[in-house]
């Protein structure tokens, strides 16, 4: 058993001991271990040189981290909710998105976005917001969102790796729970692929999809369908850009019924 905490944790210290190009950078991950202990440890670890604590300036930290980006650096720039990534969506919509394609393919920017997204406890509106169709609908961004403790340690390993800026948005609620972890995503090799969803739960009399903290609802409410005689299919879609298509038509094909379920606005959700 492993938290989504330890996952994510986990996953970024084997990344920068296997890259040296590797850093993290935002708001309290250093000297306080992260706003939801995420990089704890990685300061002692690693040093303040490639852990480094920022002001409260989302915009400032976040356009740094581009450059470096841009210079050869693989930067994972943590929000300490994605609520505050609003002061630098221009960093990320902008410049990070754009520059590969403005630059005719000659400048990459090998970057992640991370940290909490969506509805918390006990927090105000402007706090509980889901970013989730905003950044997918960005050309140039890949948005990841991660379900359990394996989803976490393998897609953020993919996003660190990968040579295009990842959003990758987390669920604050799921960071405290332990999920069963595989002997192969224990590896220091194991990665999951971008752009493929994963079936939870085969089924045969209707779809739900569904990605992050929503996959466990969809999870229990199949259990619920079973008890009348209903087998409900749950795909987790985990990346959200690219979409694994494919996945969701094929199991439509099978069942002939789907229900999507996030907890976004209703509208452009």
């Given at each position: 058993m492993m938290t989504v905490r330890d996952a994510l944790n986990s996953a970024m210290s084997e990344e920068m001991e296997r890259d040296q190009k590797v850093f993290i950078i935002g708001e309290e991950v250093g000297d306080y271990q992260g706003a939801y202990k995420i990089t704890k440890g990685l300061i002692q670890k690693f040093g303040p040189e490639r852990v480094r604590d920022t002001p409260i300036t989302e915009a400032g930290f976040t356009g740094l981290a581009c450059g470096a980006a841009f210079m050869g650096l693989k930067p994972v720039v943590e929000f300490m909710t994605f609520n505050f990534s609003m002061q630098a969506i221009d960093h990320i919509v902008n410049t990070a998105a754009k520059t590969l394609y403005m630059s005719s393919g000659s400048i990459s920017c090998p970057?992640?976005?991370r940290g909490p997204n969506g509805a918390a406890s006990g927090v105000g509106a402007q706090h509980s917001q889901c970013f989730a169709a905003w950044y997918m609908s960005?050309?140039?961004l890949k948005v990841v969102a991660p379900y359990d403790a394996e989803d976490a340690r393998g897609l953020l390993k993919a996003a660190i790796r990968d040579p295009d800026p990842v959003?990758?948005?987390e669920n604050e609620l799921l960071y405290g729970e332990a999920f069963p972890m595989s002997p192969e995503s224990l590896s220091t090799d194991y990665v999951a692929p971008l752009g493929k969803a994963l079936v939870m739960r085969p089924g045969t009399d209707i779809t739900l999809v569904s990605?992050?903290?929503m996959v466990g609802f969809c999870k229990k409410a199949a259990e619920e369908l079973a008890k009348e005689?209903?087998?409900?299919e749950v795909i987790n879609l985990r990346s959200l850009r690219p979409l694994d298509r494919d996945a969701i038509a094929a199991s439509v094909r099978k069942t002939?019924?789907?229900?999507?379920?996030?907890d976004g606005w209703p509208q452009c959700g």
């Open positions: 970057i992640v976005f960005i050309p140039g959003v990758f948005l990605f992050s903290k005689g209903i087998e409900a002939s019924r789907i229900v999507v379920v996030e």
